[in-house]
C-alpha cells in the first residue's frame, strides 16, 4: 500500500533562518507531488506542484521554494524565514491518473519566532 | 485563486442529529472530494466523486456529485462525537489543458462540534 511521510510534525525557527522540510511517497511510482499551507486551521493554499523529477510549478509568489531530486521525495525550503511563513504545511500527492483522490501527509507546525 | 464556496462555516449539534454541508464552484469540475481533518492532522479523504448525479456512501456519510458538476453536498447521519473536526470538499478537473488541470481547490472548511 502507498504511504506518504512527513517530517519533522513541529518546527520552531528563528527569523532568518533556513528552512527544509521532507515528504517522500512510498509504493507508488512517478506520483504528482504538492506543497500546500494552511493558516489558522481553515484553507488550504496550494504553494508547488511537480508532476516529475526536477519539474517544479510554483502556484504563488513567496519566500520558499521547491525541488524534487528524487521520483518519491519532494522538499520545501527557503534561505531565510520570514514572520509570515508561519503556518501548517501538508505535503500530498496523488497517481498520475489522477484517480482515487489526493492523499494528505500528516503536516508539519512550522512556527517563526 | 480558484475557491469553493462551503457551508455552513460552522455547525453545533447535538450527538444523534443529521448534518448536511454543501460546496459549490463557478467552475466546473470533473471530480469533487470530502475530506476529514482532525487538529493537528492532514485531512483524511472520506468519498471521492467522478460522475456528475454520483451519489455515494460511506457509512454514515453519503456524499453527492451536483448534476451542474458546479457543486456536491455531504450529509452525516446520526452523528457522534468523533465526528468532530473540520469538513472540506475540494474539487479539481483532469482534462489536460484546463486552469485546474490536476490542482486542488478547496473550500474554506466546514467546523463540526457534536455536543453529547
Known amino acids: 500500500s502507498q504511504t506518504i511521510h512527513q517530517w519533522p510534525a513541529t518546527l520552531v525557527q528563528p527569523v532568518g533562518s533556513p528552512l527544509s522540510l521532507e515528504c517522500t511517497v512510498e509504493?507508488?511510482?512517478?506520483?504528482?507531488l504538492y506543497w500546500y499551507r494552511q493558516a489558522a486551521g481553515r484553507g488550504l493554499q496550494l504553494l508547488f506542484y511537480s508532476v516529475g523529477i526536477g519539474q517544479i510549478s510554483s502556484e504563488v509568489p513567496q519566500n520558499l521554494s521547491a525541488s524534487r531530486p528524487q521520483d518519491r521525495q519532494f522538499i520545501l525550503s527557503s534561505k531565510k524565514l520570514l514572520l509570515s511563513d508561519s503556518g501548517f504545511y501538508l505535503c500530498?500527492?496523488?497517481?498520475?491518473?489522477?484517480?482515487?483522490?489526493?492523499?494528505f501527509g500528516s503536516g508539519t507546525r512550522l512556527t517563526v519566532v | 485563486g480558484q475557491q469553493l464556496n462551503q457551508s455552513p462555516q460552522s455547525m453545533f449539534i447535538q450527538e444523534g442529529e443529521d448534518v448536511s454541508m454543501n460546496c459549490t464552484s463557478s467552475s466546473i469540475f470533473n471530480t469533487w472530494l470530502w475530506y476529514k481533518q482532525d487538529p493537528g492532522e492532514g485531512p483524511v479523504l472520506l468519498i471521492a466523486l467522478y460522475k456528475a448525479g454520483e451519489l455515494t456512501s460511506n457509512g454514515r456519510l453519503t456524499a453527492q456529485f451536483g448534476i451542474t458538476r458546479k457543486d456536491s453536498f455531504l450529509n452525516i447521519s446520526a452523528s457522534i462525537p468523533s465526528d468532530v473536526g473540520i469538513y472540506f470538499c475540494a474539487g479539481y478537473t483532469t482534462n489536460a489543458g484546463g486552469t485546474s488541470y490536476g490542482k486542488l481547490t478547496f473550500g474554506q472548511g466546514t467546523i463540526l462540534t457534536v455536543h453529547p
Open positions: 500530498a500527492w496523488i497517481r498520475t491518473d489522477f484517480l482515487y483522490g489526493y492523499t
Open positions: 509504493g507508488t511510482s512517478n506520483p504528482n
